[in-house]
């Protein structure tokens, strides 16, 4: 099965930082790439699908790059309910989750 | 509205069958480049995809845990159901149904259902 990381995992900062994820792949995955975010106790919600493609309903802060086995989740002013753990997925063979970062109050 | 909802129940004895329920509103699971999933969290860890199937009752199931589950469909009730044989207390976790998508062969979930809790012990 093909490897997924993230980094870092966990990270603090403050309302309006940029913030960035990043995703690492075993081996090449394209763009199968998809990106969650998880609030305690809540279903995980789709932010990025495709490495890039915005979800409907998404607030455009949230944005998706990279191909091939590096990839990022850039959050361009964080807001209050940004905290949560965030999750990348890769699509290319078995689906496989990221360990998560969690992005907390500094 | 697309709707999904976890059953089953929230005890289970080691060795036992687990069998979870997703019933599903909002989308039929015959439409075509869907389906549902079921992913799994164990307490204060990370997702875990376990199985899906879709449409044309095309399945699929995670490579550590093939041997112990099952999942099927019934369309004309709108609900999909897993079974994992053996459970044990490494199992303990959240177990979700999600709808997945596939849009030119990139296939994420955008519906989650709440998630259901499920322990394993004596």
């Known amino acids: 099965d093909i490897q997924m990381t993230q980094s870092p995992s966990s990270l603090s900062a403050s309302v309006g930082d940029r913030v960035t994820i990043t995703c690492r792949a075993s081996?090449?995955?394209?763009?199968?790439l998809n990106w969650y975010q998880q609030k305690p106790g809540k279903a995980p919600k789709l932010l990025i699908y495709?490495?890039?493609s915005l979800q409907s309903g998404v607030p455009s802060r949230f944005s998706g790059s990279g191909s091939g086995t590096d990839f990022t989740l850039t959050i361009s002013s964080l807001q209050p309910e940004d905290f949560a753990t965030y999750y990348c997925?890769?699509?290319?063979?078995?689906?496989?989750f990221g360990p998560g970062t969690k992005v907390d109050i500094k | 509205q697309v709707t999904l909802k976890e059953s089953g129940p929230v005890l289970v004895k080691p060795t036992e069958t687990l069998t979870l329920t997703c019933t599903v509103s909002?989308?039929?699971?015959?439409?075509?480049?869907?389906?549902v999933s079921w992913i799994r969290q164990p307490p204060g860890k990370a997702l875990e995809w376990l199985a899906h199937?879709?449409?044309?009752?095309?399945?699929s199931y995670s490579t550590s845990l093939k041997s112990r589950l099952t999942i099927s469909k019934d369309t004309s009730k709108s609900q999909v159901v897993l079974t994992m044989t053996n459970m044990d207390p490494v199992d303990t976790a959240t177990y979700y149904c999600?709808?997945?998508?596939?849009?030119?062969?990139?296939?994420?979930?955008?519906?989650w259902g709440q998630g259901t809790l499920v322990t394993v012990s004596s």
């Open positions: 999600a709808r997945i998508r596939s849009s030119w062969y990139y296939y994420y979930f955008d519906y």
């Open positions: 909002g989308f039929s699971l015959s439409n075509a480049r869907m389906g």
């Open positions: 199937i879709f449409s044309n009752d095309e399945k």
């Open positions: 081996q090449s995955i394209s763009s199968y």
């Open positions: 495709a490495a890039s």
């Open positions: 997925q890769q699509s290319y063979s078995t689906l496989i």
